[in-house]
């Protein structure tokens, strides 16, 4: 990764932790997966990150928080895609070969 890949990943990991710890939500771990983290990626490519919380977070919560992110960093040009997991969906989900969990858990990086 460049150096600036590595402030734009920096800066999408905290904002990450931030809205969810603002929300008293526990971040047990994050994946980025995708082009990023093969290697393979382009100056337009999109950042996935897979986060796994400690427990399940009702849809509209969810979609809230990864609204705030998304907006939060767009605001610095960086587009994000965030896939949020509980660690039991997660679990369940990365063995799996009809989840793109699957494929995060196989292929991505842990942060």
């Known amino acids: 990764m460049t150096e600036e890949e590595l402030l734009q990943k920096d800066m ?9 710890a603002a ?3 526990n971040v047990k771990s994050i ?6 983290a093969k290697g ?3 100056p337009d490519s999109d950042w996935d990150f897979l986060v796994v919380v400690d427990r399940e977070i009702e849809r509209r919560d969810r979609l809230n928080i990864v609204g705030r ?4 960093l767009a605001e610095a040009f960086i587009d994000v895609d965030v896939i949020v997991k509980s660690e039991e969906s997660y679990l369940e989900q990365s063995k799996n070969v ?3 969990t ?4 196989k292929e ?3 942060l």
């Open 98 to 100: 009809g989840y793109v």
């Open 69 to 72: 992110i998304r907006h939060r």
């Open 31 to 36: 994946l980025l997966f995708g082009s990023r």
């Open 108 to 110: 991505g990086i842990l």
């Open 40 to 42: 393979a990626s382009k």
């Open 102 to 105: 699957y494929y995060a858990a």
């Open 23 to 25: 929300n008293n939500i």
């Open 12 to 20: 999408v990991v905290k904002a990450i932790k931030e809205e969810f």
